[in-house]
């Protein structure tokens, strides 16, 4: 299973298929199994820098698509993530506030 795994990059339903067991099998291995599931969790980690090496080779290739997804996403630091700003107007009956109450949030239109 873990070899139809590996092949199927990640792919459950695929690697079942492969090996002829059932879906509820290999969670069940992975609930009682703390080798096999090791096991199944590296081949995600491979699976996803696989991923990553394709991504990488399409910013090659000049795909912009993928240059701002991968902008977005790894150039965070650097300024690349779209934004957006939320404005909130609420309104607080100030009938049971102390006045040190009152004027924290009066203080907070400063903000």
């Known amino acids: 299973m873990i070899d139809a795994m ?8 695929t690697a ?11 969670y069940d291995w992975m609930e009682k199994d703390a080798n096999y599931k090791k096991a199944i969790e590296s081949i995600q980690d491979v ?4 991923a ?5 080779k399409q910013v090659k290739e000049g795909n ?3 240059t701002i997804f991968f902008l977005k996403t790894k150039g965070k630091n650097r300024g690349y993530v779209e ?6 107007h ?3 009956s100030t009938t049971k506030l102390t006045d ?5 949030l009066t203080s907070l239109d400063d903000v």
């Open 6 to 13: 590996e092949k199927s990059l990640g792919i459950v339903t």
């Open 16 to 26: 079942c298929k492969t090996v002829g067991i059932n879906r509820s099998t290999h």
């Open 47 to 50: 699976v996803l820098d696989f």
């Open 52 to 56: 990553e090496s394709q991504l990488h």
């Open 64 to 66: 912009s698509t993928s």
């Open 83 to 88: 934004r957006s700003e939320s404005i909130s």
């Open 90 to 92: 609420v309104k607080v």
């Open 100 to 104: 040190e109450d009152i004027q924290k």
